[in-house]
């Protein structure tokens, strides 16, 4: 679907996304294509944000401020 049409019945990109869990491709002239896709049909991609968040956070937590001047005399 172009982007013209998806923005002339935005109500039907989201009803194909959302009611018939499909992916709805949108082109734009020279840009890259986005995907609009029904969020209940992305487990796996909610799990690894949310696993890379918490790793992440962890990692601010435990490693802590570096201390000044490691390697200098």
Same mark, same amino acid.
């Given at each position: 679907?172009?982007?013209?049409?998806? *923005?002339?019945?935005?109500?039907?990109?989201? &009803?194909?996304?959302t009611e018939d869990l499909?992916?709805?491709?949108?082109? *734009?002239? =020279?840009?890259?294509? $986005?995907?609009v896709v029904a969020l209940?049909?992305?487990?796996?991609?909610? &799990?690894? !944000?949310?696993?890379? !968040?918490?790793?992440? $956070? $962890?990692?601010?937590?435990?490693? =802590?401020?570096?201390? *000044? =001047?490691? =390697? *200098?005399?």
């Amino acid at each position: 679907m172009n982007y013209t049409e998806a *923005r002339a019945n935005p109500a039907s990109v989201l &009803d194909s996304a959302t009611e018939d869990l499909e992916e709805v491709v949108i082109t *734009r002239a =020279g840009r890259e294509p $986005a995907v609009v896709v029904a969020l209940s049909a992305t487990p796996s991609t909610r &799990d690894t !944000s949310s696993v890379l !968040s918490r790793n992440i $956070a $962890a990692q601010c937590h435990t490693s =802590g401020p570096r201390p *000044r =001047g490691l =390697g *200098r005399r």
